[in-house]
């Protein structure tokens, strides 16, 4: 709490003193729980100014650059951490001790495999079929699953629904891809990591022995660390509205994916990779940036500007490094696609138009390189991500579902609609 207030000068010519709240990092939040017994909404779409929760996990200052989980700066956990850790750590507060991360770790691998009933869903689909599509029904299907620990007010349930869902929900990713091609569903390895597995049930099969390359395996760990959580973004906050009304954790995580599909969030990186694909060749990027520039032209560059980063994507510059050892392992340098990401990127960077509005490459810029490169198709990326911030997902549940003052979340309205009107019958309209 703090002694800081803020004073409101109220139509009714009233003056209202509101408590200004200090975070531990970041701006002075003001308190406006008072307007509503004084008789006012605030009106902020987009919740551009507006803060709906208190939370102690991740920290964003977007003129910074910087990205913290638990405190602990993003470009030390990408390199030095690992997604299982970085799990533990998000979900609990602390980084775990040797013992603390085995037991952790072990937990979450023997909770990888799905119920063999759950192989069904996936025949209802058709095989063209969006992943996102099956991957929002299966994960809200896993509610039917677990009967015995839905009890969202016991925490050891709590525990347990947070192990099966970051467990399962990368089995369930790769199930997605591995229908739509019509190959069959791999079994994930225990003593594997989550980001190896994630690539052997995608790529591997009955008739050979592949294994991913170690290079490949830690570009993937580095996609799911640096996508785990991203503060109150759209897909968390849906995540915390759904879960707010008491609904169990797997129904408020896929409506986290649902919100996640959306091109403005994680629907980017496929976005980005599709239009590296249609710009085709170096020659034709002066078009594109012209388009990108001129006002009457709805033509974004994908995979360039951030709403909350506006100097660098602090995650943006540890994928840039992975993406060109991927690219360095795989022989792609050639690669069409990464030609003329890597001459896009050149060119935005010295641009002024882009300069000037602070429009960097963002995560998702490098990302779908990397994916592509390894050979996943574009209509994969946001079930990535999907499957990585799944973390983050329940980490925020958990925390907010464990706050004894919790409320559903139930914001109020403008209305500017017709006011009250007395029925005309249809003969009369
Ligand atoms: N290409 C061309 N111009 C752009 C772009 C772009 N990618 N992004 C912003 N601008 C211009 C925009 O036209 C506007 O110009 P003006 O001031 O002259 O009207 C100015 O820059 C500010 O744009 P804005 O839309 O007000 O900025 P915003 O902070 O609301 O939008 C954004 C952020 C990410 C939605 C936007 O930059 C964008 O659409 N980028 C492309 C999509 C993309 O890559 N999204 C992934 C974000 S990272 C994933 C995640 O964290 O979820």
New binding site residues.
Partial sequence: MSDKTAKLSLPNGEELELTVLSPTMGKDVIDVRALGKAGYFTYDPGYVSTGACESKITFIDGGKGQLLYRGYPIEQLADQSNFEEVAYLLLNGELPNKEEYEAFVAKIHNHTMVHQQMMNFFNGFRRDAHPMAIMIAVVGALSAFYHDSLDINDPQHREISAMRLIAKVPTIAAMCYRYSVGHPFVYPNNDKSLAWNFLNMMFSQPTNDWEPDPILVKAMDRIFTLHAD?EQ?ASTSTVRLAGSSGANPFAAIASGIACLWGP???G?NE??LNMLREIGDVSRIPEFIAR??D?SDPF????????VYKNF?PRAKVMRESAYEVLELLGKHDDPTFKVALELEKIALEDPYFVE?K?YP????YSGVILDAIGIPTNMFTVIFALARTVGWVSQWNEMIGEPSRKIGRPRQLYTGATERDYVEISKR
């Fill in positions: 991203h973004n403005a969030h994680g980017a976005a980005c990108a520039k006002k974004r560059l994908m995979g360039f500007g951030h709403r994507d509005k429009l963002n995560v998702d810029f």
